[in-house]
């Protein structure tokens, strides 16, 4: 008899067991799937007013999540809580969102170009990594459009050049098939995608130069003369930043105008 107990107890935490793996699986995929950056399909565009911001009279880039790391699927976003707050309050209609630089993501067009050019890139290999997905003709080209770049801004650069130039924005582009890393699919076979596409093109071909580089995404707001301005779910964004010394991350626009 004791032995037919301590079976059964023997057997009951093993289900337990089982059972709470199984379900923080299923929470950490529901999670994952909430928090990425999808390569393979894209939400319609909406015309839903999400907020009011302050007006300027200049484009801005509110950076509400980063993605450093590319798991050869999808980049894997993380929320940058604060500006999820003032987001918060500004769509419960308590606040109007203000766009002061610590929300913004910077363009590299605020700049001197010739500053730029002495500026050396951050030495960190986290904005570095690609996955083993990433094709060798991906790596053959990113070296192919830096070659006899002088210096990382000019790099960076001829790839944000390379994209605008060669590809084609459509939102009703062809998704990879299955097993085909995105990304090399965008760069040789479509030829075509929305801004998580063009994004995640530059960043691993920024990568595979050598420079550090991240997904940044949010909302980008464009130029306006009056104090406020609606922001619309068609407004959301993705775009690249690369990592340079004194200046921080600065914002390359790769999506062709």
């Known amino acids: 008899m004791k032995r037919e107990v301590r079976v059964f107890f023997i057997a009951l935490m093993a289900f337990l067991l089982i059972a709470s793996v199984v379900i ?47 798991d050869g699927h999808d980049w894997l976003l993380q929320d940058i809580e604060e500006v999820k ?39 960190d290999p986290r904005y570095l990594a690609l996955p083993n997905e990433i094709s060798d003709r991906v790596k053959e080209l990113s070296l192919r459009i830096t070659e006899g770049m002088p210096t990382p801004f000019e790099k960076a650069k001829a790839i944000e050049t390379f994209l605008r130039v060669r590809y084609t924005y459509k939102m009703d582009y ?12 965008f760069l040789f076979e ?21 420079l550090p580089a991240r997904v940044a995404a949010g909302y980008y707001l464009p130029p306006t003369e009056k104090q406020t301005q ?25 999506v062709p105008p």
Not at 46 to 61: D, E, K, N
Not at 174 to 185: I, L, R, V
């Open 174 to 185: 062809a998704p990879p098939p299955p097993g085909w890393e995105p990304n090399d699919w």
């Open 24 to 70: 923080r699986f299923l929470d950490v995929r529901a999670e994952r799937e909430e928090s990425v950056l999808s390569l393979g399909q894209v939400v319609p565009p909406s015309g839903t007013v999400q907020f009011v911001a302050q007006g300027a009279p200049f484009s801005r880039y509110v950076r509400t999540n980063i993605a450093i790391e590319y």
């Open 85 to 123: 707050s003032r987001l918060a309050e500004a769509q419960e209609g308590k606040a109007i969102f203000v766009t002061d630089s610590g929300y913004l993501s910077r363009s590299y067009r605020d700049f001197n170009r010739d500053v730029l050019n002495r500026l050396s890139t951050v030495n």
């Open 190 to 210: 479509s030829r075509e995608g929305v801004c998580g596409n063009f994004t995640s093109a530059f960043v691993v071909l920024a990568r595979a130069s050598g």
């Open 230 to 254: 609606p922001v619309y779910a068609g407004e959301a964004h993705a775009w690249a930043e690369v990592a340079f010394t004194e200046f921080g991350w600065l914002a390359f626009e790769a």
